[in-house]
């Protein structure tokens, strides 16, 4: 049962980072691993957004797809994501986007397990690998997207 869990501290608005996390769409041009990612649906109600994606994952020979829910919490400064259907025997995400000083700490946290024992011994270690990745990608991609922001 493999658990990550990261915080990293940004010079940019919770605002701007919950954007940028919930802009899924965006993932196959700067994420690791991610190869493709097709929104099927998108609700709206009471001031949320409720996503059903599907994620294509790569590294080397090895694909696979998988779908989950995706919702969109602003007021909370929350991103909650939960599996749907795929490779995995379960998968939660959640993304919490805290104010801190001038900037956001971002909070990162998964937790998942691999249906095949084989898929998760040949996966797993590719997947930690791009977990410890996907907070510096994020960073990478705020500092395209707002600009550099000099550190005080």
């Not at 010079?11 to 965006?26: C, G």
């Not at 294509?56 to 909370?76: H, M, N």
């Amino acid at each position: 049962m493999p658990k990550f869990e990261a915080t990293r501290r940004l010079a940019h608005t919770p605002k701007q980072m919950f954007a940028l996390v919930a802009d899924i769409e965006a993932y196959p041009q700067f994420l690791p691993l991610c190869e493709a990612l097709t929104v099927r649906s998108r609700k709206e109600r009471d001031g949320r957004t409720v996503l059903l994606a599907d994620m294509s994952v790569g590294y080397k020979a090895i694909r696979e797809t998988f779908t989950t829910q995706v919702l969109l919490k602003p007021d909370d400064s929350t991103i909650e994501v939960k599996y749907i259907d795929g490779p995995f025997k379960y998968l939660s995400n959640v993304w919490r986007f805290e104010p801190d000083g001038n900037g956001c700490a971002v909070r990162f946290f998964i937790d998942y397990e691999f249906k095949s024992r084989i898929l998760g011994a040949l996966m797993g270690t590719m997947f930690d690998r791009g977990f410890r990745m996907f907070a510096e990608a994020f960073e990478k991609r705020a500092e395209i997207v707002y600009g550099v922001t000099p550190q005080a």
